[in-house]
């Protein structure tokens, strides 16, 4: 009991001095908020001593269901070990009237680049296609990214090819005319005549790129299309003719994993795991697709309620910085992240949002490319406020990108331990009335 007490009145000792050497000369300030303040002075104080508690954990699994991005490739990073991420795609089978003087040319799969990328595109590189042996149908109503399926052992395509994400609309995939032919005689002599019959004799592809080598992770359109070429006979000259078999958005999907061997991530085998960046050499991780992401913690922010009078927070920004060197053109970040409310399990409770409507974002703040810095800033006024409700206590913020199910973006922070100039640190001004 003594030691509690001890604590806490320890705590308010650290407070007020930290208040006494942040404050104005005076320890007054003119500012009057409502008219709580209009017969009262009030005392401004500006706190940047406050405790922020930083760890890294990974999500169990990740909803990848109705996503509009394809990620196929596979790359190694020095931080976040090999990420790959191969997808399942469910063919549309419409209906078909396929002219009896029709003769099967080819068969493609068109895979449109939606221009996104992550690491190098320079290298060659091997894509490999499969027919998937299972019905693809959702676990529990929704596709996750550690879902799988059974598929063939044997590809029906292999593509060598130099990535060009930012110049050419698609990459055609060659398919194995056995397979190609199969499909056509079956449409044409009508032994499949609508989309149950079709799905019943095709479940879907698998896109795979090969994993041995250290290329780029690319996104492509769900629009893509498995396409038929065949052509009518005429007098005159042929006709040449497309069949498209769709990309069914609601049953396709991405599978995105990583090798963590060797990691500071080796370790995190749930999402009730968690490494605090003293144990990560003072940095803190996000990386979108696998699901890593940074957790912070105001743990003794109730502390304020312990200074006499009426008090109030009227503004609160947490900063933080990119480590040096962990933005570049292959590798790049974003402008902006979302920010999460999290309980003590990690579920997501919901956006932290500045009037219970508008989700709060992390902004960048500043970049400097001289330096390589990017810093970014949260307005956590609302979350200190959260968090000096009793019930709250155990609530956290989680920190990740928009696009956390449909990219493979990578974040390196650093922490409240770095340099002065770089570390992540929270700035809260506080307001004293009626003392």
């Not at 956290?396 to 990578?410: C, E, G, H, N």
Request: proline fraction near 3%; glycine fraction near 4%.
């Amino acid at each position: 009991m003594f030691a509690k007490k001890s604590m806490k009145y320890f705590i308010l000792f650290c407070l007020l001095v930290s208040f006494g050497s942040c404050s104005n000369e005076e320890g007054e300030s003119n500012l009057h908020i409502g008219e709580d303040f209009v017969s009262s002075n009030t005392k401004v104080y500006v706190i940047d001593t406050l405790t922020v508690e930083i760890s890294s954990f990974q999500f169990d699994s990740l909803i990848v269901s109705n996503n509009n991005r394809l990620l196929i490739g596979s790359y190694n990073d020095p931080v976040f070990g090999k990420t790959q991420s191969k997808s399942y795609v469910q063919l549309q089978g419409l209906t078909y009237d396929i002219e009896d003087e029709a003769t099967y040319d080819s068969i493609a799969l068109i895979l449109k680049y939606d221009s996104y990328f992550y690491n190098d595109t320079i290298p060659l590189q091997q894509f490999k296609v499969f027919e998937v042996l299972d019905n693809i149908i959702p676990d529990e109503d929704s596709y996750y990214n550690t879902t799988n399926f059974n598929y063939s052992s044997t590809p029906i395509a292999t593509k060598n090819f130099t990535p060009h994400p930012k110049e050419n609309d698609s990459l055609d995939i060659k398919v194995d005319n056995t397979f190609g032919a199969s499909l056509f005689n079956k449409l044409k002599n009508n032994e499949i005549n609508n989309s149950d019959e079709f799905l019943d004799e095709y479940n879907g592809l698998l896109i795979e790129a090969n994993s041995d080598i250290n290329t780029s992770v690319l996104g492509f359109s769900i629009s893509s299309s498995l396409r038929v070429y065949y052509t009518i006979d005429d007098e005159v000259e042929p006709i040449e003719k497309i069949i498209d078999f769709p990309f069914n958005s609601a049953n396709s999907f991405n599978h995105i994993f990583s090798n963590k061997i060797g990691t500071y991530f080796e370790n995190l085998v749930n999402q009730e795991t968690f490494l605090p960046s003293s144990e990560s050499d003072n940095n803190t991780f996000i990386q979108a697709g696998t699901g890593i992401v940074t957790r912070i913690d105001i743990p003794h922010i109730k502390s304020l309620s312990d200074i006499s009078g009426d008090g109030a927070v009227i503004d609160a920004k947490l900063n933080f910085t990119l480590k040096r060197v962990a933005n570049s053109d292959n590798l790049y970040t974003r402008d902006s992240l979302q920010v999460y409310i999290i309980d003590k399990k990690s579920n997501v409770i919901g956006n932290l949002t500045s009037d219970g409507v508008s989700p709060v974002m992390s902004i960048l703040k500043s970049a400097t490319s001289e330096f390589e810095e990017n810093t970014y800033e949260i307005d956590v006024k609302s979350f200190i406020e959260l968090k000096q409700n009793e019930t709250n206590q155990y609530y956290y913020l989680a920190i990740y990108p928009q696009d956390f199910t449909s990219s493979v973006d990578r974040y390196i922070l650093n922490d409240n331990q770095t340099a002065d100039d770089l570390r992540m640190k929270l700035k809260l001004t506080y307001v004293i009335y009626n003392e």
